[in-house]
């Protein structure tokens, strides 16, 4: 039995090792992958036509410069399956990419709360499967990313106040519905996936992704890993505590720093510091239609309390950061979430504030889109947890 074992495993190995290389370096001729993998031709021959029977790669031939006989090279083919991401927050994107993260057709919606918001994903999802089986390619998984902590790889949507969901097996109602293999991973977790796949942090192997939004978390690769923590709850750093005066309280529904820097935080502080007698040109309008983002366009224009309360929210947002870069030492830190795109306002003073605090100072970089980049990261989760290969050692994407 064992020898049995032993042999299985080491087709897997030479399987894994001959599709990676295909993939990274191809097209590459068979002689070349036996060279630089030490296998025997034979061996390679044997693996290569498997794959060639499934789909995974292609061939074709290149004429020689010399006029000699044409080689044949082999190739990846990234549609020989096709992954569904699905990012949720204020609004559902769902994205049919391939094998090498290329969009053939994406969907956004507004997104519901309860149990209206399971159906939705149900139905978007459910409209992406068919888009690929009119292509005839197979869907061979799903990566959905969810704004909560999110027990793995169970799938259970642990809380998510903004959707109302808590314990939610999402998992399983997806998986048992759709009939394909379903991941469910935080929403964060994803955004750095992506980025470190297609994004601004490609190649690196230690990275801290902050979302700034309603709520505030941290997506962590280590080691070219992502780290989830014990209880699947590393990177919540909306619990961070920036001060002393902030101890003795129980944070429930938001963590401390949530409570200050995240949207609604930000918000309840302006008023707070117009009812100390701070000055503001938005004093008179209807308190509903005052945002983190109204609050933010103003303090560029002069308004005392939205300046007041930018200038705090930016030092709060600078503690987390070197906070996280004196225990993490990454080699980069990326702004992203709902709040991102005012980078422009915050990111060069962060940066100032920020110089001296820890050890190194990485480059503090904003995300070009955090949607995008957590679509990509789904696609890259269910990627990863649907591959037949081996992880021989820890390597990005």
Request: glycine share 10%.
């Amino acid at each position: 039995m064992k020898r049995t074992g032993d042999a299985r495993l080491l087709r897997r190995v030479n399987r894994s090792a001959v599709l990676d290389l295909i993939y990274r370096e191809g097209p590459l001729p068979r002689a070349e992958i036996a060279r630089r993998l030490q296998l025997s031709p034979p061996t390679v021959t044997r693996i290569v036509s498997k794959m060639l029977e499934e789909g995974a790669i292609l061939e074709s031939e290149v004429v020689d410069s010399q006029g000699g006989r044409p080689a044949t090279l082999l190739r990846f083919n990234p549609q020989s399956a096709l992954m569904i991401g699905v990012y949720i927050g204020q609004q559902v994107v769902g994205a049919l990419a391939d094998l090498n993260g290329q969009i053939i057709e994406s969907r956004t919606e507004r997104m519901e709360c309860g149990d209206g918001g399971v159906e939705q994903l149900i139905q978007l999802i459910s409209a992406l499967h068919a888009k690929a089986h009119s292509l005839g390619i197979p869907v061979r998984g799903v990566g959905v990313g969810a704004p909560s902590i999110v027990q793995y790889p169970e799938g259970i949507v642990v809380w998510s106040p903004t959707l109302g969901w808590r314990n939610l097996p999402l998992r399983n109602l997806l998986q048992d519905t759709l009939h394909l293999p379903v991941f469910v991973e935080n929403e964060v977790n994803l955004i750095v996936l992506g980025e470190n796949w297609r994004g601004v942090a490609q190649g690196l192997n230690n990275v801290v992704c902050i979302s700034l939004g309603d709520g505030i978390g941290a997506g962590l690769i280590l080691n070219g890993k992502l780290y989830r923590g014990t209880h699947c709850a590393s990177g919540e750093i909306g619990y961070l505590i920036p001060g002393r005066q902030f101890l003795g309280y129980a944070y429930d529904t938001y963590g401390c720093l949530e409570g200050l820097a995240g949207c609604s935080g930000i918000v309840r502080r302006f008023w707070t510091a117009v009812e100390a007698g701070a000055s503001s040109m938005l004093f008179a309008a209807d308190r509903t239609e005052i945002t983190a983002e109204t609050i933010l366009i103003a303090a560029t224009q002069g308004d005392e309390a939205a300046a007041q309360v930018v200038d705090e929210t930016i030092d709060y947002i600078v503690i987390a950061i070197a906070n996280l870069s004196a225990i993490l030492d990454p080699e980069m830190v990326i702004i992203s979430g709902e709040l991102a795109k005012y980078g422009s306002i915050l990111i060069d003073e962060v940066r100032r504030r920020f110089n001296g605090l820890a050890p190194h100072t990485p480059p503090i970089l904003v995300s070009a889109s955090h949607v995008d980049a957590a679509v990509m990261g789904a696609v890259a989760s269910a990627m990863m947890e649907t591959s037949n290969a081996l992880e021989l050692y820890p390597r990005n994407l």
